[in-house]
Nanobody
Framework: VQLQASGGGSVQTGGSLRLSCAASGRTFSGSALGWFRQAPGKERKFVAA????????NYGDSVKGRFTISRDNAKNTVFLQMNSLRPEDTAVYFC????????????????WGQGTQVTVSS
């Protein structure tokens, strides 16, 4: 089971990035998919999550209106479109899966991918 995140990079304030996370080794049929981030020395925090069929989405307060999560179940992939990026968005971003709903509770997520670095400069 593997969740492979990609798309990170370095941008200036106000820029955009699109993260992708592809699942392999198994399908995540019925599972919610989500994104979390962790800045150096800080706890991992919820960013966004989407239900299996995409009908329910959940966003962290700090990213609402700027980030959009989506998924392509045929490709077993989840995306995170990040617009209007700010320096405080700088972190390692992780994708995750859980058999329940798009909860913001970190401990509810039981499959994790490796992170991808996002750096936003002022």
């Amino acid at each position: 089971v593997q969740l492979q995140a990609s798309g990170g990079g370095s941008v200036q304030t106000g820029g955009s990035l699109r993260l992708s996370c592809a699942a392999s080794g198994r399908t995540f049929s019925g599972s919610a998919l989500g994104w979390f981030r962790q800045a150096p020395g800080k706890e991992r925090k919820f960013v966004a999550a989407i239900s299996w069929k995409g009908g329910s989405m959940n966003y962290g307060d700090s990213v609402k209106g700027r980030f959009t999560i989506s998924r392509d179940n045929a490709k077993n992939t989840v995306f995170l479109q990040m617009n209007s990026l700010r320096p405080e968005d700088t972190a390692v971003y992780f994708c995750a899966a859980n058999p329940g709903g798009p909860t913001a509770v970190v401990r509810a997520w039981n499959y994790w991918g490796q992170g991808t670095q996002v750096t936003v400069s002022s």
